[in-house]
């Protein structure tokens, strides 16, 4: 049974740092493509960052520069450090798996930033 757990969401005050982690079980870490996306509310989900199962990254525009997605493929985990956060990145944030036709997302983690 395949399982992603996101972890490491709270309140964090605007300017502070946060890192997500989202561990993975019941798959083939290594051949994955992961990705960050989020969905704050009452907004449609959006990509944050995606890493792919050879390491090249990308990241939508409103997060480039201050958050950074990287993975262990010893722990079977994709980590996503946010730095200079905005009350704009308030969000749940969820992490997706994908190799080819298989997709698994996990239940999210919720992220507060006040101003």
């Known amino acids: 049974q395949v399982q992603l757990v996101e972890s490491g969401g709270g309140l964090v005050h605007a300017g502070g740092s946060l890192r997500l982690s989202c561990a993975a079980s019941?798959?083939?870490?290594?051949?994955?493509?992961m990705a960050w996306y989020r969905q704050a509310p009452g907004k449609q989900r959006e990509l944050v960052a995606v890493?792919?199962?050879?390491?090249?990254?990308n990241y939508a525009d409103s997060v480039k520069g201050r958050f950074t997605i990287s993975r262990d493929s010893g722990k079977n985990t994709v980590y996503l450090q946010m730095d200079s956060l905005k009350p704009e990145d308030t969000a749940v944030y969820y992490c997706?798996?994908?190799?080819?036709?298989?997709?698994?997302w996990g239940r999210g983690t919720q992220v507060t930033v006040s101003s």
């Open positions: 997706k798996g994908n190799y080819f036709d298989n997709v698994y």
């Open positions: 019941g798959l083939t870490f290594r051949a994955y493509d």
């Open positions: 890493i792919s199962n050879i390491g090249i990254t």
